[in-house]
């Protein structure tokens, strides 16, 4: 990290956007390009938790995961200064949104829904994925959940200071420094 505003900047960068939008690995090489650490609050969820995420929402639903979520991004906006992917809807609230601004700068990785929809289906262990009988739902069906969801969540993810379109298929790398150069002229 050689520019003296990155270095300077005191707070955390939080990535946000819909499931599969690339999150974590975006997330992941902007850490290393800027020699931060980083942490993915799904896997730090899942981690604190002991299950997966697909046993806490059967075993406890959608809103215990919302509530461990948003205590355990609370635990890393107090303890750790990096990069955190956040999870797909982690921003619930206009709560959420002033705190992590507060504590950092939001970054909205905005990924086309076609690509989102192929990646989601690439992975059946998402609890959307399937429906109450656990079987994989129609490409129909799913995409028209994930709009409505993308529907509901657009406001907060708006809210980012910095906003980066992607395509999905561009080289993470090139995403990585197109990001960095947006990053800077908030920073």
Not at 148 to 155: A, G, K, P, V, W
Request: hydrophobic share 35%.
């Amino acid at each position: 990290m050689n520019d003296y505003r990155l270095k300077k900047f005191q707070g955390s960068f939080y990535l946000t956007g819909f499931m599969g939008a690339g999150k974590s690995a975006i997330g992941s090489r902007l850490a290393k390009n800027l020699e931060l650490p980083f942490h993915d609050l799904d896997k730090y969820l899942v981690k604190k938790e002991g299950k997966t995420i697909p046993e806490i929402f059967k075993e406890h639903g959608e809103e215990y995961f919302r509530e461990k979520e948003w205590e355990y991004l609370l635990e890393l906006t107090k303890a750790f200064k990096g990069v955190v992917a956040l999870g797909g809807g982690a921003l619930q609230n206009q709560r959420i949104v002033d705190h992590l601004k507060l504590h950092g700068l939001i970054v909205f990785l905005d990924t086309p829904m076609d690509v989102i929809l192929d990646r989601v289906l690439r992975n059946p262990k998402r609890p959307i994925v399937r429906n109450s009988d656990g079987e994989i739902k129609s490409r129909e069906t799913l995409k028209n959940e994930l709009e409505t969801l993308y529907s509901n969540r657009i406001e907060f993810y708006n809210q980012a200071q910095v906003k980066l379109t992607t395509t999905g298929k561009d080289d993470k790398s090139l995403v990585v420094d197109r990001l960095i150069e947006k990053i800077k002229q908030h920073v």
